[in-house]
């Protein structure tokens, strides 16, 4: 391999900065092979000054750095992007652009770091004729056919900490304290968080609650002699009956934003008469160093698409799977998203803990 291309697409999480790392090093000290950085996910391909060589030096302290240096767009569908035209917004497709640009370079392989969505048009490119390797990355774990993807161990982490911290103004103010926590349509950082932190409702997507379930477990609780309650509420969370919560409508190229289950959990439960506060954790999530265990999964990952590309395994996606490294088609991973299964034994282990998921 002489060059190799890398983007991030969709938003951040921690550990693309470790992947791009691990990437570049193993690129260059195993491979001898150039790379080109791609920034703000495919729009470098496109725009001027979007493309930066990245050598051992560029990669120097990323380790432990969160964002991604090369920069992020949540608008990066290649087939639906905003632009003004005679003053008016419209929407375009620049994929046959993109894919220009990518062709020009010469690039034997462009690696690809994104969640579902970037996944997509990697898998999209490769059918154009593109050399793609993805690489699943979302705090949300959302991703088909891998067991986690990098990002998500930090978020989880994050969101651990802030129950921690909510639990003990809960027990000294005789509190309920309601936590809004991301994930879209998945209930993965909800779940691992709730039961990290010892939560007493934990409210998914997948479980459709009652809102008297939850005071029902808050009111069992102040029976049983304790006056607080922390309630873990993934933001896709929804009523039996209704819908989820949007801060805002999407479109074609923006995905809508969740938001607000949270504080309507909460004034619910206000209102029964349980003192409430409702804290929503938001990007905090997103942001700050890896974890351990999302360093050396991202350099795992970061240095085994290299090994993929090399091979010559292109439209493949590295996974993790049993504790190993392995490559599935991407058509497979973007296939079924992920969502937490109610019936594994997570869910069984928390429902014996008491923990309640608002559904009974
Ligand atoms: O997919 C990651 C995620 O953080 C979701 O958990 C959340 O719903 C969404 O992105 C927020 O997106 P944005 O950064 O565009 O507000």
Request: charged share 25%.
């Amino acid at each position: 391999m002489k060059r190799i291309g890398i983007l991030t697409g969709g938003g951040d999480a921690p550990g693309l900065n470790a992947v791009i790392r691990a990437a570049v090093k193993t690129a260059i000290y195993e491979y001898g092979c150039e790379v080109i950085g791609i920034r703000n996910g495919y729009d470098g391909f496109i725009d001027e000054n979007g493309l930066v060589p990245l050598g051992i030096d560029q990669v120097r302290g990323l380790l432990t750095r969160g964002g991604t240096i090369l920069g992020a767009a949540n608008r990066g569908n290649p087939y639906a992007r905003k632009i003004i035209r005679d003053g008016k917004e419209v929407t375009i497709d620049v994929s046959n652009e993109i894919v220009k640009g990518i062709k020009r370079l010469e690039l034997e392989a462009l690696l690809i770091l994104g969640g579902d969505g970037t996944l997509r048009s990697a898998h999209e490119l490769f059918l154009k004729g593109v050399p793609v390797i993805g690489i699943p990355k979302t705090i949300d774990n959302d991703i088909g056919g891998t067991e986690v993807t990098f990002g998500f161990d930090t978020a989880v982490t994050t969101a651990t900490e802030a129950i921690d911290k909510l639990s003990t103004t809960a027990e000294a103010h005789h509190r309920v304290m309601v936590l809004e926590l991301m994930g879209r349509d998945a209930g993965f950082i909800a779940l691992h968080a709730g039961v990290a932190g010892g939560a007493d409702v934990i409210l998914i997507p997948e479980i459709p609650f009652k809102f008297e379930s939850v005071v029902a477990k808050v009111r069992e609780r102040v029976e049983r002699g304790y006056l607080f309650s922390i309630v873990a509420v993934s933001e896709g969370a929804r009523p039996v009956g209704g819908g989820q919560v949007f801060a805002r409508g999407g479109d074609e190229v923006y995905t809508p934003r969740l938001g607000g289950i949270g504080q309507a959990v909460g004034e619910y439960v206000e209102e029964q008469g349980y003192e409430t506060r409702v804290t929503v954790l938001g990007h905090v999530q997103r942001g700050g160093t890896p974890t351990p265990f999302d360093r050396w999964l991202a350099t795992r990952y970061g240095a085994a698409a290299v090994r993929l590309a090399a091979r010559g395994a292109f439209d493949h996606m590295v996974s993790l799977h049993a504790g190993k490294i392995v490559d599935i088609p991407l058509e497979e991973a973007i296939a079924i998203p992920k969502r937490v299964d109610v019936n594994d034994d997570a869910v069984i282990t928390a429902r014996g803990l008491s923990i309640s998921f608002g559904d009974e």
